[in-house]
Structures are given as C-alpha cells and as structure tokens.
C-alpha cells in the first residue's frame, strides 16, 4: 500500500471508528523544550514537539520519505535551479487565518534574517542569496523565495541540491506573522501560539509537561488518530521506566542500559533497539585554555576506548565512533576517520602521553578537565568510565552533573570546559553533521572551532551541484576536524526506547522520528 493509499484507508477508518477510539498519546523523556520556535530549536526534543505542532511544504511518511505536505504539489525545472510549490487550497493556521505562499515567504525571510539567529540557517544557503541575506550584505527581500500568488511559491537555488526538500521538511516550517506581529517573543506562549500541524499547544510548564491538541483546522485532521499528545519532561530514565509499566505513559524515549536484560525478559517486543543517525560526544571549549591546544584534545580523544563503552556499558548495539558522520548519511560513500582508529588501545596511550608531554603536561603538572554531562544514569556511567580512562593519562577529571537545559545554556554561552552533546541528523546528509563546526556556525558550533581550511571545504561543498564532488570537499572537510578535534566522538547513537502494545502506526526508523500525526492508541 503505497502513501497516498493509506492516508485515503487512514481517513476512512477515522470516520468509522469516530472520536469515541480517539485518546491522548503520553511521551516520557522527551526534555523539557527551551523554545518552540521552529526557526530557533536545536534540540531533538524540541523538534519532536514542535514538527507536530508545524507542517513545511514537505513532510515525512513513517518510514522518512519525503512526500508533500502543505503543498500539493511541486515542479523541479530541468536545470534544478526552480521549485515551484503548488499549495493546498484552504489552508489555515490554527485560528483560522488564511495560510498563504506569503507566509512562507515571510517565514524563510525571517529564518534567513541574522537577527533571528536561527541555529540552523546554513542549512538553506542552498537558496539564492542566502548566504549574502544571512552575513547582512544583501536585504532580506533578496532571497530566492517568492510568493507568485496566494497559493504558488517559487523558489531560486544557487546550485541543484535534490537533499533540499528533505530540508525543508524538518527546516522549513512556517510560523504565523500576524502572531509575531502582535505579540513578539511571546508568540510562542501557550494561548498565544498559532501553528499549522496536526495539533495545537494546550499547556507548557516547564520542567513538568508539554500538552498538545488535535488541531481541528489541519488540512488532513481525517487522518489524526490522536486527540492529543502529552509530552513528560523529566531526566529521570529509571522513572519513565516505572511510569511505563505502571501503565502511566506509553513511549519512553531513553531506556537505562542496566535495565536492558530485565526489559528485553519482561517487556518483550515492546523495547525497540534502532540504530539512529546520531552522533554521541564530547565538545571542548576551545576558547579556554588548555582545551585551545590541539595536542590536548587529541590526547584526552585518543585515550578514550571506544569498545569498551558500547560492549560493557551501552550494550543496545551502539557503533564505536572515529569519524564525526554516521555511516547511513546518503551519498556519502568514504567517511573520513581519526588517524588513531587503527591503533591499538596501548599504542593511543602511549602516544596520548607523548601529547600532553609535549603541551607541558606530566611530571609536576597534571592536566585538570572539567566534563559536564546531563542529568541520565548512561551518560554518567560512560562519564565515569572515561574519567578513569583519562586517568590512565594522568588526568584528573571532575564530573559536574547538571539538567539538559543548564548543561545547553553553559555550552552555548561558552562557560564550560568539556560537554556532553548528542548530534541527531534531521535530514541524512553529512552536512548535517559537519556545518555545526562552521566559524559562522552560530549557537551550534558549542566548540567555538575556527580553521580557515575547513570553512573553505563546506563553503564550496554549500554551493557544488555533483554530488561525487560535494561528498568528496566533506570528506576532506571531515578529516581536517578529526586531525584538529574540536570534539570528540565516542560513539553513534541508537535508540532504545520503549513503545507500549497499545501504540499504532509506531515504525522504526535512524533518524528517531515519529511523528504523532501517524500515531494512534488502541482501545481498552
């Protein structure tokens, strides 16, 4: 059964089944959102909440195809410098204001504008002038998008770029103007905020929860199986466990790797074990010193064994990460990786204290590392596992434990030594991966990393149309950070989450995207 099928099968089970099936899906673990800003978030877990409160011209299918979403259609001209998108007739935001091409151009405008300070606004220097609106020295009105009427807009890339509809299905969300206008940055405040999605937002309190509703004015709410979403923010693993089989909540996004023999016995069928398009790491602050000295932060990559943390702590098939890309990015063939990879554990020792010896650590000076991670009990164990890895280097290492957004805040404003972050790619290209090592990277580049080579890489990888190509200047570009390591990878994510009986539509994929539009709740 192809897409389009199911939404038609979808839809008519809907008007048969009616409301009375129709139930609130409980998420655990999500996070605690810092903005819902669909051109500000960063996070996974923001995103997770707003694409089900925001729809782009493109969406995804359950499987991460790309297919329309507010747009009904869309044309590619031979030279795959043109898309025009063709857009649903009566579209509406979720108050009933007429949603137009116009509001999509205002909102790529808007996305493009430096003063916004979208995270991810590299990911459209794709579109004609971008990269000119975004450094300041073309207006805004430059931008190749332009609404030709109420319901068509055209866009003008710089080069052919098939990836960009991928883009523009996690990116490229609209946002309502006329809420912006009138309430400024507390659009986004429940009873304020206007969206176009599936559902609508209720409740936000943070720290506790994050309530959503079915949004009525959705131009495909037939299908919506889903009378709302209740997203649990909380940390705590071992709880959300509890939770689950207390029958108090019915997905858990982050399962505890000392839980996963019992949950596997217990639970059966019920835990999924996916690999993901994810990067798990370390990120230095490579303003401060000593962590502004290569030689250090390659020393403290080279001691970490890798194996030992995905075969003794993580157990849930994670990959063992030498190269910053995830090796399901597409066209992307040749992933570049640390030139250590091949050594052995005792050789990256021994080599790891050559380093610090030569950055003037060792006899009467030990290094001093401070490594902060996020409140979770996995994230602490491979913490302690690596400080006493590092010690192994004669490096002391205070662990500071502190919640996600504290932990978010002191890396984007630079008050910290080394962090835990976790990539996860939205679209599966190894751009995704690499720009956030940008110079002009913004709040995404956490490292604060700077090389004048690899800006050169991805500013040409940004605008070369042959794929071969593109993929060849991002390995390069990959390889030049791996030789600098401005963060450190440890491994490639997979996830592990737990998703009740009782869940429909669930489908397993890398990138951990399940959107709650395709989801439903069996009746009791």
Same mark, same amino acid.
């Given at each position: 059964?192809n897409w389009?099928?199911?939404?038609v099968?979808?839809t008519?089970?809907a008007?048969?089944?009616?409301?009375?099936?129709?139930?609130e899906?409980?998420?655990a673990?999500?996070?605690?959102?810092a903005?819902?800003?669909?051109? $500000?978030?960063?996070?996974p877990?923001?995103?997770?909440i707003?694409?089900?409160?925001?729809?782009?011209?493109?969406?995804?299918?359950?499987?991460?195809?790309?297919?329309p979403g507010?747009?009904?259609?869309?044309s590619v001209?031979?030279?795959?410098?043109t898309?025009?998108?063709?857009?649903?007739?009566g579209?509406?935001?979720?108050?009933g204001?007429?949603l137009?091409?116009? #509001?999509?151009?205002?909102s790529?405008?808007?996305i493009l504008?430096?003063?916004?300070?979208s995270?991810?606004?590299?990911?459209h220097?794709?579109?004609?002038?971008?990269s000119?609106?975004?450094?300041?020295?073309?207006?805004?009105?430059?931008?190749?998008v332009?609404?030709?009427?109420?319901?068509?807009?055209?866009m003008?890339l710089?080069?052919?770029?098939?990836f960009?509809?991928?883009?523009?299905a996690?990116?490229g969300?609209?946002?309502p103007?006329?809420v912006?206008?009138?309430?400024?940055?507390r659009w986004i405040q429940p &009873?304020?905020?206007?969206?176009n999605?599936?559902?609508?937002?209720?409740?936000?309190i943070p720290?506790?929860?994050?309530?959503?509703?079915?949004n009525?004015?959705f131009?495909d709410?037939?299908?919506?199986q889903?009378?709302?979403?209740?997203?649990?923010?909380?940390e =705590?693993?071992?709880l959300? !466990?509890r939770?689950?089989?207390?029958?108090? !909540?019915?997905?858990? !996004?982050?399962?505890p790797?000392e839980q996963? =023999?019992? *949950?596997?016995?217990?639970? /059966?069928?019920?835990?999924?074990?996916?690999?993901?398009?994810?990067?798990?790491? %370390?990120?230095?602050?490579?303003q401060?010193?000593?962590?502004? =000295?290569a030689r250090v932060?390659r020393?403290?990559?080279?001691?970490?064994d890798?194996?030992?943390?995905?075969?003794?702590?993580?157990?849930? /098939?994670e990959?063992?990460?030498?190269?910053?890309v995830?090796?399901?990015?597409?066209e992307?063939p040749?992933?570049?990786v640390?030139d250590?990879a091949?050594?052995?554990q005792?050789?990256?020792?021994?080599?790891?204290?050559?380093? +610090?010896?030569?950055?003037g650590? &060792?006899?009467? $000076?030990?290094?001093?590392?401070?490594?902060?991670?996020?409140?979770?009990?996995?994230?602490?164990?491979?913490?302690?596992?690596?400080?006493?890895?590092?010690?192994?280097?004669?490096?002391?290492?205070?662990l500071?434990?502190k919640?996600?957004?504290? +932990?978010?805040?002191?890396?984007?404003?630079?008050?910290f030594e !080394?962090?835990? %972050?976790?990539?996860?790619? *939205?679209?599966?290209?190894?751009?995704?991966f690499?720009?956030?090592l940008h110079?002009?990277g913004?709040?995404?580049?956490?490292?604060?990393?700077?090389?004048?080579?690899?800006?050169?890489?991805?500013?040409?990888?940004?605008?070369?149309?042959? *794929?071969?190509?593109r993929?060849d *200047?991002?390995?390069?570009?990959?390889?030049?950070?791996?030789?600098?390591?401005?963060?450190?990878?440890? %491994?490639?994510?997979?996830?592990?989450? +737990?998703?009740?009986?009782?869940?429909?539509?669930?489908?397993?994929?890398?990138q951990?995207?399940?959107?709650?539009r395709?989801?439903?709740i069996k009746? #009791?």
């Amino acid at each position: 059964m192809n897409w389009g099928e199911r939404l038609v099968t979808a839809t008519c089970i809907a008007c048969l089944v009616g409301a009375a099936n129709a139930a609130e899906l409980r998420r655990a673990g999500t996070g605690d959102p810092a903005t819902l800003d669909p051109h $500000r978030f960063e996070d996974p877990w923001e995103a997770t909440i707003i694409m089900d409160l925001f729809q782009g011209l493109t969406t995804f299918t359950p499987e991460m195809d790309v297919v329309p979403g507010q747009a009904e259609s869309f044309s590619v001209s031979d030279d795959g410098l043109t898309y025009t998108f063709q857009l649903r007739e009566g579209l509406q935001w979720s108050d009933g204001t007429p949603l137009t091409a116009h #509001d999509f151009e205002y909102s790529f405008r808007r996305i493009l504008n430096p003063a916004t300070g979208s995270p991810t606004a590299a990911r459209h220097f794709v579109l004609k002038n971008a990269s000119q609106v975004y450094a300041g020295t073309l207006p805004v009105e430059a931008l190749g998008v332009k609404a030709l009427s109420p319901l068509q807009l055209q866009m003008q890339l710089e080069h052919p770029a098939p990836f960009y509809t991928e883009v523009l299905a996690s990116r490229g969300l609209p946002v309502p103007r006329h809420v912006i206008e009138r309430h400024g940055e507390r659009w986004i405040q429940p &009873g304020k905020l206007v969206s176009n999605g599936p559902f609508t937002l209720v409740e936000w309190i943070p720290n506790q929860h994050v309530k959503l509703e079915r949004n009525e004015r959705f131009f495909d709410a037939g299908i919506v199986q889903l009378d709302g979403v209740h997203h649990v923010s909380g940390e =705590d693993a071992n709880l959300s !466990v509890r939770q689950f089989r207390a029958g108090e !909540v019915d997905v858990v !996004v982050t399962v505890p790797s000392e839980q996963l =023999d019992y *949950l596997r016995r217990e639970l /059966g069928d019920q835990l999924h074990l996916v690999p993901g398009f994810g990067l798990q790491h %370390y990120v230095f602050n490579t303003q401060v010193p000593p962590f502004d =000295d290569a030689r250090v932060r390659r020393a403290l990559a080279m001691a970490i064994d890798r194996e030992i943390l995905v075969d003794k702590i993580l157990r849930a /098939g994670e990959q063992p990460a030498y190269g910053l890309v995830p090796p399901q990015a597409r066209e992307y063939p040749n992933h570049a990786v640390a030139d250590f990879a091949a050594w052995t554990q005792p050789e990256r020792i021994r080599r790891a204290r050559a380093l +610090l010896a030569e950055a003037g650590y &060792g006899s009467g $000076r030990q290094l001093e590392v401070a490594l902060s991670y996020n409140t979770s009990e996995i994230h602490k164990r491979v913490a302690l596992a690596v400080s006493s890895m590092w010690k192994a280097i004669g490096v002391k290492t205070t662990l500071n434990n502190k919640e996600a957004k504290v +932990l978010l805040s002191d890396m984007r404003n630079g008050t910290f030594e !080394v962090g835990r %972050y976790l990539w996860l790619g *939205l679209t599966q290209d190894a751009m995704s991966f690499l720009e956030r090592l940008h110079s002009q990277g913004g709040p995404i580049n956490q490292s604060r990393y700077a090389n004048n080579t690899f800006d050169e890489l991805i500013d040409t990888a940004m605008l070369t149309p042959d *794929l071969k190509a593109r993929a060849d *200047l991002l390995r390069r570009a990959e390889a030049q950070a791996l030789a600098d390591m401005p963060v450190i990878p440890l %491994y490639f994510y997979g996830g592990r989450r +737990l998703i009740s009986s009782r869940v429909t539509g669930w489908v397993d994929n890398s990138q951990g995207i399940n959107l709650a539009r395709d989801l439903g709740i069996k009746a #009791d």
